[in-house]
């Protein structure tokens, strides 16, 4: 199965920055996919991110506050911008690789103060 | 109701048990199912990953699937501390990008030494 190297791992943000996390993926993918994760609790999709294609948000989340860029087959960023201290999650990019499943990065710790 | 169901524990049992983790469903159209463990401040790793009914076996770790029940289950033989983790499980009609992951709430499990 796909391996992805997430980074950063975890960081401390002012409010009202942004943060752009990465993953880069070991193999050449056809979907990412963007979760949030808040403590104690299951994963909630942000958005499926085809390359070539702008990606698709779910509903509650807009491209304006979780800009998404995937330019290739084995990379993608998501930025989180004007962060609040609501934004405080962890973040998870995830690939799914056919016939293996989806596979996840190790995700990132963002905490907004 | 959900459309995956997943008993939240948490579960504790002895070392050397054997475990059973159990989700149900209401969508019929689902057709792969997946396991997967998440240890405290990481991102989820992909133990099991079916398609359709059936049994699939890797090392300690078996996953059966009951389409007509709608009913999946993970089984951990010989259970050892190393498995004290959460444990999810999902689902997804297909591997498409129109297809999305439901993933169950979670299961906290703990293996007393």
């Known amino acids: 199965s796909a391996v992805i190297s997430q980074k950063p791992s975890r960081d401390i943000c002012q409010r009202g920055t942004s943060l752009t996390i990465q993953c880069q993926v070991d193999s050449q993918v056809t979907m990412m996919f963007w979760y949030r994760q808040q403590p104690g609790q299951s994963l909630t999709l942000i958005a499926t991110a085809n390359q070539g294609s702008e990606a698709t948000y779910e509903s509650g989340f807009v491209i304006d506050k979780f800009p998404i860029s995937r330019p290739n087959l084995t990379f993608s960023t998501l930025t989180v911008s004007n962060m609040s201290p609501e934004d405080s999650s962890i973040y998870l990019c995830?690939?799914?690789?056919?016939?293996?499943?989806?596979?996840f990065g190790s995700g990132t710790r963002l905490t907004v103060v | 109701q959900k459309e995956v169901e997943q008993d939240p524990g948490p579960l504790s049992v002895p070392e050397g048990a054997i475990v059973s983790l159990n989700c149900t469903y209401s969508n019929s159209a689902f057709q792969y199912f997946m396991w997967y463990r998440q240890y405290s401040r990481k991102g989820p790793e992909l133990l099991m990953y079916t398609y359709s009914s059936g049994n699939k076996e890797d090392g300690r770790f078996t996953a059966q699937v009951d389409k007509s029940s709608k009913y999946i289950s993970l089984f951990i033989r010989d259970s050892q501390p190393s498995d004290s983790a959460t444990y999810l499980c999902a689902m997804t009609a297909g591997v498409s990008s129109a297809s999305k992951i439901i993933f169950g709430s979670g299961t906290r499990l703990s293996i007393r030494p």
């Open positions: 995830s690939a799914a690789a056919q016939g293996h499943g989806y596979t």
